[in-house]
């Protein structure tokens, strides 16, 4: 099954973080600055404990804020980190790389 995120345009997907960040009780500031910082990170990439050192509890901001998002874009039942691709760097380390759809419509 496709990951709808991808699947979106950059307006769309645009359009969703404008939603999201709008919408009184769906809105996260912390949400927000995490998403803005992995787009300024080298190659759009931080490992999950960087996030956590940062805001404390990514899951509970960042990752709430990238279901919201992901929700608003048609998926059902979106992951904790649906904006990211999740993998694990050689020494256990797990980190988040945002995904070329989310990167491409976050620069325009």
Sequence with gaps: MPD??????????????????RTLGLRSK???EAL?????A??????????ADRFKAPGWHFG?????????????NPSEYALTDRWTAEDGTLMLTLKPSVVAAMSR
């Excluded at 769309?12 to 999201?20: C, G, N, S």
């Excluded at 080298?42 to 999950?48: D, E, F, Q, R």
């Design 64 to 76: 709430w804020f990238c279901r919201r998002i992901a929700e608003e874009l048609g998926d059902e």
């Design 36 to 40: 803005w910082l992995l787009f300024k």
């Design 4 to 21: 709808i995120v991808d699947a979106c345009s950059s307006e769309e997907i645009k359009a969703a973080i404008k939603i999201v960040n």
């Design 30 to 32: 912390v949400g927000l």
């Design 42 to 51: 080298p190659k759009h990439t931080l490992s999950h404990q960087e996030l």
